[in-house]
């Protein structure tokens, strides 16, 4: 009898310290994600996307404008994409330090009865317009140009009065049949180039077409 008590008893006992033994601590949660986790996470579209480039078809006329100045058709407006090589007048054939310079652009086509006037108008960082035009100017004592592709023996240079724009124009042969002449204008860091060239027009006609146009084109070419 009190053996059978005796073992009650430590069953009870055991049971009871059973009991008071604390449960298991929960698992840890888990810690801060990995830098390699918020690396991973995708960029905004906002953050990621290139800067649009300047919209400079501003500074060229309106079709309304061009027909009041009796230019028949303005057509092929079309913006230049950035890193695209800009040559505004490319001068004895070789590059000039501008040229890489030259980060945005538009060109433009405008037809008179006579001729086809071809517009480029580049923006520069690091050059003003008055600088490239100057510099233009003094390289072109060479006596040739590369225009639109063709090349140009320069046979006589003009202005055109009245213009406060740094500017100046030059005339010459691009083959023995065919004249061009060429006006450049500078205005903040940018610069326009116009170049007339056409079978029906002599260099003489071409000249005094540009300077007829010029107040035109430096209307809408020198808005800030």
């Known amino acids: 009898m009190r053996i059978s008590v005796a073992v ?5 006992l055991v049971a009871g310290c059973a009991a008071e033994t604390p449960a298991a601590p929960p698992a840890p949660s888990a810690g801060p994600p990995s830098s390699s986790a918020t690396s991973s996470a995708p960029v905004s579209a906002s953050a990621s996307a290139a800067p649009v480039a300047k919209d400079l078809t501003k500074y060229l006329p309106s079709d309304e404008q061009l027909s009041a100045a009796r230019v028949r058709i303005q057509q092929h407006r079309t913006r230049v994409s950035p890193g695209t090589s800009l040559r505004i007048v490319r001068a004895c054939g070789a590059d000039q330090p501008w040229d890489s310079a030259a980060q945005n652009g538009v060109r433009a086509v405008s037809v008179t009865d006579q001729m086809q006037i071809d517009e480029l108008l580049a923006e520069y960082r690091g050059f003003s317009g008055e600088q490239v035009v100057s510099g233009l100017r003094t390289a072109l004592d060479c006596g040739s140009a590369v225009v639109e592709g063709r090349r140009l023996a320069v046979k006589s240079r003009f202005s055109v009065a009245g213009v406060a724009d740094p500017h100046f124009g030059f005339c010459g042969q691009l083959n023995a049949r065919v004249a061009g002449c060429v006006l450049v204008f500078a205005h903040g860091n940018r610069v326009l180039a116009l170049t007339a060239a056409g079978w029906l027009a002599s260099a003489e006609e071409q ?17 800030d």
């Open 8 to 12: 009650t008893g430590l069953v009870l």
């Open 207 to 223: 000249q005094a077409e540009l300077k007829r146009l010029a107040p035109t084109f430096t209307a809408a070419f020198d808005q």
